[in-house]
């Protein structure tokens, strides 16, 4: 166990509440204290960034609770793990006070950007060069990072289930999962298994906070994660389940494209409050009744 990881609980979140992607093609529109909890970036698109849009950045950092989510980290790569970008992360999460950094656990590059998630192999050999790859990164940067479950296609060289590669990495390299709901939903419809028993087999101690998004319906037996679309109602009971078997995890909403005026955004991400609010209302009535038998 290195000294971070010792200082660092493998329980609790970084962030409450629901959260917010923000784009710059928000730029100028106006982010009410109250309408999100936290928001997210994705560091690449604002490491070395100055002028209007830097500060910009720096006036939501000030005012929010910030997570990033990166995007080329390529921790599945044959190429070698690009040092220099995770030291410029470092400094990033250190200039504007970010509370966790993720990354998706896939593959973007080799020896130059293809610009799409490519699905990582589901083999042991994987586990192993993926996990010490991701202790690495959190050696450079002296804190844990969460590893997102992508959507995937394609699953090359099989020798496992989505599930048990997932978790099998986590535990070796000792790190954090962001949970992303709308992935369990398109990759359920697209391999074929339980969305609800691959959410309640996910190791809860691991998680930090989670997405959810909509997608595109390509055909009923084909979803493809696009972040275009509204969130769609399977997807939301599937984010309540996740409620119900973790706790309110703080959730944020995730919008890429198409993207709508804000104040239709405010109202998704007011609906994922709402049903956290529902299970904290649930379990202080629990928690009042049981005190009342108690006393009797």
């Known amino acids: 166990m290195t000294e971070y990881e ?166 070796e390299a000792d790190c954090d999962l962001l949970l992303d709901v709308n992935n369990i939903y398109v990759n359920a419809i697209n391999h074929c298994y339980d969305a609800d028993v691959f959410l309640r087999n996910l190791p ?10 909509g997608h595109f319906d390509e055909a009923d037996d084909l979803k493809v994660d696009t972040h275009g679309a509204p969130v769609i109602d399977p997807v939301w009971r599937l984010l309540q389940d996740a409620y119900d078997h973790f706790g309110p995890i703080p959730t944020l909403l995730e919008r890429d494209f198409n993207i709508p005026p804000l104040p239709e955004l405010f109202e998704e991400v007011s609906r994922i409050r709402g049903f956290q609010n529902a299970i904290d209302a649930d379990a202080a009535c629990h928690s009042m009744i049981g005190e009342r038998d108690h006393v009797r």
């Open 6 to 171: 010792s200082e660092l609980p493998v329980t609790g979140y970084p962030v409450t509440g629901a959260g917010l992607g923000l784009r710059r093609s928000m730029m100028g529109e106006d982010i009410p204290s109250g309408a999100v909890d936290f928001l997210e970036v994705a560091p690449e698109n604002w490491i070395g960034v100055g002028g209007r849009y830097g500060r910009w950045l720096r006036a939501h950092t000030e005012r929010f609770p910030f997570v990033i989510h990166g995007l080329s980290l390529s921790i599945g790569s044959p190429a070698p793990l690009d040092e220099n970008l995770v030291r410029d992360i470092k400094s990033f999460i250190h200039t504007h006070g970010i509370r966790c950094y993720s990354e998706h656990l896939s593959y973007c590059s080799d020896h130059g950007h293809l610009y799409d998630l490519l699905p990582i192999p589901f083999t042991e050999e994987a586990v192993k060069y993926v996990a010490g790859r991701i202790r690495r990164v959190q050696d450079i940067l002296e804190q844990r990072i969460a590893m997102e479950n992508v959507s995937y296609y394609a699953a090359p060289g099989q020798e496992m289930s989505e599930l048990e590669f997932l978790t099998a990495v986590l535990e």
């Open 204 to 213: 809860a101690a691991r998680i930090r906070y989670a997405h959810v998004a």
